[in-house]
């Protein structure tokens, strides 16, 4: 174009003007035999070293670019983070939208476990409560409870509940990084689990597995087991009395309806594969990581915990004996001996009574004793009057009368 207005004899300085280029800029187009189109030499970046390590750990699943700029800014990176973010930005949908091939395992090889959080309505007050989710990797056979806490003996107990209604203990059992499990992400080997939990594992021989961090996809057969909880299970509850009822509303459902469906990935009934798993036996002693609470029964065949009253067998009145609180809504009571007396549901609130009738039953039909020498009780008590003769009386009027 500059060449054809030069040739139509246009100036320098008139050419320079219509297309807003300065007049060296003309000059060297003309002289040119071809068009060399005008090209800046980008700058080196503050972040250039450290590109292939941020898209690493994007690849990993790591998409927050404050987690990213503090781990690169430890390495050296000295930009700011709004170049994190602009560079971070192209490559978010290609991470989000990754592939990954579902890992199946064997039959009794692998379960996994995660906790999910709801919400009750407590007369008008919010309650939160906490679900625990055991799923079997083979099987896809599903255990739920709720508990009231996410508290490592809390998690234990849970535990050895879902063992007791598989039938067994499966070789591993996958984990997220919860702090009940996992003591340092960036350990290695043993020293990564937190110590009492791993003794636990030990108690039941089985091996403890966390996922890799950023990966939610290594434990997203339980993630799905949790929300499909939450929408198949939790819109069925309407009106519950506390935990423990709720805890049975979730029995039935996984019992009659979540186990015993054609399940949407591996088109097979849980509860039917569940029976071709061979898990081993889990040990018959339980885990106990906490000292159980201790109270005296009083004579009138009650102890008190948590400002509530709850009945023991009349035999045990005078006795001390152990009070295990399960969160999960119920209370069992064992004597020092470890040998289980009675159970008793959880009462939310405070001074409330909790009686079982069994509980009295000898009681009631023992005779009282009495003491040897007690008085008698009569319904009147006639009064003594003694008779005498009218000349008595004439003997003390005369004395009266001499002595006054």
């Known amino acids: 174009m500059i060449k054809e207005m030069r040739n139509k004899g246009m100036y320098i300085s008139d050419i320079s003007k219509s297309i807003c280029k300065s007049e060296k800029t003309v000059r060297k187009v003309l002289k040119s035999d071809e068009h060399e189109p005008y090209s ?38 000295a930009g700011k983070r709004t170049i994190l973010r602009d560079f971070m930005r192209p490559h978010r949908k290609r991470c989000k939208q990754k592939a990954y091939k579902r890992f199946e395992t064997k039959p009794g090889e692998q379960a996994q476990v995660d906790w999910g959080e709801f919400t009750l309505d407590y007369g008008g007050t919010t309650k939160r409560i906490h679900a625990f989710v055991m799923l079997m990797g083979y099987s896809r056979a599903l255990y739920v409870e709720f508990v009231e806490n996410e508290k490592l003996q809390t998690l234990i ?33 043993l020293d990564r689990f937190n110590k009492a939990f791993l003794d636990f594992a030990k108690h039941h021989e089985f091996k403890p597995i966390p996922t890799r961090p950023y990966h939610p996809e290594s434990k997203g057969k339980v993630e799905s087991g949790v929300k499909y909880v939450r929408r198949n299970f939790w819109p069925r509850v309407a009106e519950i009395t506390g935990i423990d009822d709720l805890n049975n509303e979730v029995r039935h459902w996984t019992h009659y309806i979540a186990n015993v469906r054609v399940h949407g990935t591996t088109k097979r009934i849980p509860a039917q594969s569940l029976a071709e798993e061979p898990l081993h036996p889990p040990n018959p002693k339980d885990f106990r990581l906490t000292e159980d609470t201790k109270r005296k ?64 039953e000898g009681l009631l039909t023992r005779e009282r004793t009495v003491a040897a020498k007690a008085p008698k009780l009569v319904p009147t008590k006639d009064s003594k009057v003694h008779i005498r003769p009218l000349a008595v009386y004439d003997d003390i009027v005369d004395a009266e009368v001499k002595s006054s």
């Open 157 to 189: 107990e849970c535990h050895e509940r879902a063992f007791k209604y598989f039938g067994g203990v499966p070789q591993t059992i996958v984990y997220d990084n919860m702090r009940t499990v996992v003591r340092d992400i960036k350990a290695q080997g």
């Open 297 to 360: 029964v009083s004579s009138d065949c009650f102890i008190s915990y948590q400002s509530n009253r709850y009945s023991v067998p009349h035999e045990y009145a005078g006795r001390v004996v152990c009070i295990r609180d399960r969160l999960n809504g119920s209370l069992d009571i064992y004597t020092l001996e470890n040998t289980m007396i009675c159970s008793h549901v959880k009462l939310h609130g405070k001074y409330n009574l909790s009686k079982n009738r069994e509980h009295f």
């Open 40 to 77: 800046r030499t980008p700058k080196p970046s503050k972040l250039d070293p450290y590109k292939p390590y941020i898209l690493k750990r994007m690849d990993e699943g790591c998409l927050n670019s404050s987690i990213i700029y503090d781990e690169i800014s430890v390495q050296g990176y």
